[in-house]
């Protein structure tokens, strides 16, 4: 079954730009999606399709994806960016969804 | 306004089951597909099941499957997740999600928890 890897942890001083990774096989193969969860929340979606951002979210945060490796990037990181960053990819071979482990975010 | 209000979370014993509904309003609820995820106390997020728009289609997580049914009634806007010999390790917050065009998550219930334990 295909899997997904994150960094457990990132931080990142305030103003300054975080990057989270998604590490899989190919996954620039694959459509890419962000989430983030606050403390007691369901998660939010964050990006989809690899770099777009739904209504709302701000410009700050954006995404990439090639090779074997999608990136999560927040610019100018802000204290109530502070959260858990899931990222998810839909496995077309067995019809199965899959999250990585979820990385939590400190901004400093 | 979409909304995604999951319900009949609760303690219950190993061995025993429990059906979690959610109810939607706020789109046509016929034309899409809807997923459960679960998250452990203290863990990450997990996919559990997911069915088409026309119950065609049905996914299980290898860790449920053959325990796990999910089921629609797309006259009632609602969803189901019937659960079966239920395991301390299926303890966990459990989600109703729209799933978008690209799989992507695009709203989110609340949750409702279930807690397996003697």
């Known amino acids: 079954s295909y899997e997904v890897t994150q960094p457990l942890s990132v931080s990142v001083a305030l103003g300054q730009t975080a990057k989270i990774t998604c590490g899989g096989y190919?996954?620039?193969?694959?459509?890419v999606h962000w989430y983030q969860q606050r403390p007691g929340q369901a998660p939010v979606l964050v990006i989809y399709?690899?770099?777009n951002r739904p209504s709302g979210i701000p410009e700050r945060f954006s995404g990439s994806n090639s090779g074997n490796t999608a990136t999560l990037t927040i610019n100018r990181a802000q204290a109530g960016d502070e959260a858990d960053y899931y990222c998810?990819?839909?496995?077309?071979?067995?019809?199965?969804?899959?999250f990585g482990g979820g990385t939590k975010l400190t901004v400093l | 306004e979409v909304q995604l209000v999951e319900s009949g979370g609760g303690l219950v014993k190993p061995g025993g089951s429990l059906r979690l509904s959610c109810a939607a309003s706020?789109?046509?609820?016929?034309?899409?597909?809807i997923n459960w995820v679960r998250q452990a106390p203290g863990k990450g997020l997990e996919w559990v099941s997911s069915?088409?728009?026309?119950?065609?289609?049905?996914y299980y997580a290898d860790s449920v499957r053959g325990r796990f049914s999910i089921s629609r009634d797309n006259a009632r806007n609602s969803l189901y997740l019937q659960m079966n010999s239920l395991r301390a390790e299926d303890t966990a917050v459990y989600y109703c999600?729209?799933?978008?065009?690209?799989?992507?998550?695009?709203?989110w219930g609340q949750g409702t928890l279930v807690t397996v334990s003697s």
């Open positions: 999600v729209r799933c978008n065009s690209w799989y992507e998550y695009d709203y």
């Open positions: 706020g789109f046509t609820f016929s034309t899409y597909n």
């Open positions: 069915i088409d728009s026309s119950s065609s289609y049905i």
């Open positions: 190919n996954i620039g193969s694959k459509n």
């Open positions: 399709r690899d770099t």
């Open positions: 998810q990819v839909w496995d077309s071979s067995t019809g199965h969804v899959v």
